[in-house]
């Protein structure tokens, strides 16, 4: 017996659920990719970009997924040699660090704690030994998805310049981008980059970057470009430069319906939903720590991210608990992954999501632990509620 039947709930951190406006904006006939309406289409997207990630500098849309972006953002800025230091913080400026390493760069990495945000402190004292200023570049992301950190970017930079250190500081926003604030500009990141599939509430496909004064300057002299990434020719008249070659004119049709979605609704509150939504997961997750054996991953409240929350299971393997999820309910939970394969799983809340998806979540999250014997607090969906009720009055 199973109570699936019904529309599937997707909670996991990407790809998330594209709304059915997107879909039908891209359902439609292909249409001449030299013709004014796609030119247009393209400056607007690039133009509505810059207010996403609060920057006056360019931007640049590219057919691929966030390892195309990570990729993109190197190799226009670094040569072969370049020391690069990545801050640790989960799996994914790992990853970052190692497509580094394929492209020549020296590649150090700034370990820290697996439970916290980067330490602003150790990034500062490591840039201060630097004085031959080897390092040339600084990898972070603003959330890991896979430990669920958010890591404060305004800190970093505090410490880049505390330490008179000229590193560009380059940031992956692919999980953090349209669910919380990031202000480039205003924070001093020299590159950003970011993806469709999460906060944009698009299918996965294209990825983004956003360059700064400084990286453009050092984009002059990089010795890793190769035409596909390649700023420069991006940035050149004709508008088959902005894709280096044929515009992937579907997506951008679901895109365009996205960006308009987000700012229809405003920033802030977008940042405001997403952040009372998490607040809610994870009162529902301080419930069922009570039970002894799950626990947050992320020790510190103030640095779990307002995209997904990961939660440790101890000595229990997650995966009956969430094949009981998926089979029995029709709800998809993360699996853990990297160093938390088969000891945790995640709970995605971004995108386009709302209250009876995050609750509707919960509570089969909650059904799954008593279903399969996991050792729990209970009463997590109530605070959930709770949570919810006292940010949401009448």
Same mark, same amino acid.
């Given at each position: 017996?199973?109570?699936?039947?019904?529309?599937?709930f997707?909670?996991?951190?990407g790809?998330?659920?594209?709304? @059915? $406006?997107? =879909?039908?904006?891209?359902?439609?006939?292909?249409?001449d990719?030299?013709a +004014?309406?796609?030119?247009?289409?393209? $400056? /607007?997207i690039?133009?509505?970009?810059?207010?996403?990630?609060?920057?006056?500098?360019?931007t640049?849309?590219?057919?691929?997924?966030g390892?195309?972006?990570?990729e993109?953002?190197?190799?226009?800025?670094?040569?072969p040699?370049?020391?690069?230091?990545v801050?640790?913080?989960g799996?994914?400026?790992? #990853?970052?660090?190692?497509?580094?390493?394929?492209?020549?760069?020296?590649?150090?990495?700034?370990?820290?704690?697996q439970?916290? %945000?980067v330490?602003?402190?150790?990034? $500062?004292s490591? =840039?201060?030994? @630097?004085?031959?200023?080897r390092?040339?570049?600084i990898?972070?992301?603003?959330?890991?998805?896979? /430990? #669920?950190? +958010?890591?404060d970017?305004?800190?970093?930079?505090?410490a880049?310049?505390?330490?008179?250190?000229?590193?560009?500081?380059?940031?992956?926003?692919?999980?953090?981008?349209?669910? *919380?604030?990031?202000?480039?500009?205003?924070?001093?990141v &020299?590159?950003?980059?970011?993806?469709?599939?999460k906060?944009? *509430?698009?299918?996965?496909?294209?990825s983004?970057?956003?360059?700064g004064?400084?990286?453009?300057a050092?984009?002059e002299?990089?010795?890793?470009?190769t035409?596909?990434? &390649?700023?420069?020719?991006?940035?050149?008249?004709e508008?088959y430069?902005?894709?280096?070659?044929? %515009?992937?004119v579907?997506? =951008?049709?679901?895109?365009?319906k /996205?960006? &308009?979605?987000? =700012?229809?609704e405003?920033?802030e509150?977008?940042?405001?939903?997403?952040?009372?939504?998490?607040?809610?997961?994870q009162?529902?997750?301080?419930v069922?720590?009570e039970? #002894?054996?799950?626990n947050?991953?992320?020790?510190?409240?103030?640095?779990? %991210?307002? /995209?997904?929350?990961?939660?440790?299971?101890?000595?229990?393997d997650?995966?009956p608990?969430?094949?009981?999820?998926r089979?029995?309910?029709?709800?998809v939970?993360?699996?853990g992954?990297g160093?938390?394969?088969?000891?945790?799983?995640?709970?995605?809340?971004?995108?386009?999501?709302?209250a009876?998806?995050?609750?509707?979540?919960?509570?089969?999250?909650?059904?799954?632990?008593?279903a399969t014997?996991?050792?729990?607090?209970?009463? #997590?969906?109530?605070?959930a509620?709770e949570?919810?009720?006292?940010?949401?009055?009448?």
């Amino acid at each position: 017996m199973t109570v699936r039947n019904g529309r599937e709930f997707l909670s996991i951190p990407g790809p998330t659920t594209v709304p @059915d $406006e997107v =879909l039908a904006a891209m359902h439609r006939p292909a249409q001449d990719i030299y013709a +004014a309406p796609i030119v247009t289409l393209t $400056e /607007s997207i690039l133009s509505d970009l810059r207010k996403v990630f609060r920057t006056s500098g360019p931007t640049f849309i590219y057919i691929g997924n966030g390892h195309g972006a990570w990729e993109a953002a190197l190799a226009n800025v670094l040569s072969p040699g370049d020391g690069v230091l990545v801050l640790k913080s989960g799996r994914f400026a790992a #990853g970052w660090g190692e497509m580094a390493a394929a492209l020549g760069a020296q590649v150090e990495t700034l370990a820290g704690d697996q439970h916290r %945000a980067v330490d602003p402190a150790a990034l $500062e004292s490591r =840039l201060r030994e @630097d004085r031959e200023g080897r390092i040339r570049a600084i990898l972070v992301v603003q959330v890991d998805t896979a /430990s #669920g950190v +958010a890591n404060d970017i305004p800190a970093l930079r505090r410490a880049i310049d505390a330490a008179g250190h000229d590193a560009l500081l380059m940031v992956d926003a692919i999980a953090s981008l349209a669910t *919380m604030p990031f202000e480039m500009d205003e924070w001093g990141v &020299d590159v950003a980059v970011t993806c469709s599939q999460k906060g944009l *509430m698009m299918s996965p496909g294209l990825s983004f970057i956003a360059a700064g004064e400084k990286a453009l300057a050092v984009h002059e002299t990089a010795h890793s470009r190769t035409r596909y990434w &390649d700023w420069t020719f991006r940035r050149g008249e004709e508008h088959y430069m902005k894709y280096c070659g044929t %515009a992937p004119v579907h997506l =951008l049709f679901g895109l365009r319906k /996205s960006l &308009d979605m987000l =700012l229809e609704e405003g920033l802030e509150n977008v940042f405001r939903r997403h952040r009372l939504l998490a607040d809610a997961v994870q009162a529902a997750v301080a419930v069922w720590v009570e039970g #002894g054996t799950l626990n947050f991953n992320i020790t510190e409240p103030a640095e779990r %991210a307002p /995209s997904v929350t990961t939660i440790l299971t101890g000595d229990q393997d997650p995966a009956p608990l969430l094949a009981y999820c998926r089979e029995k309910c029709g709800v998809v939970l993360g699996l853990g992954i990297g160093e938390l394969k088969g000891r945790a799983f995640r709970i995605a809340h971004m995108g386009h999501v709302n209250a009876p998806m995050v609750l509707g979540t919960l509570a089969v999250a909650e059904m799954g632990l008593a279903a399969t014997g996991m050792p729990h607090g209970r009463g #997590g969906v109530q605070a959930a509620v709770e949570s919810l009720a006292r940010a949401v009055p009448a």
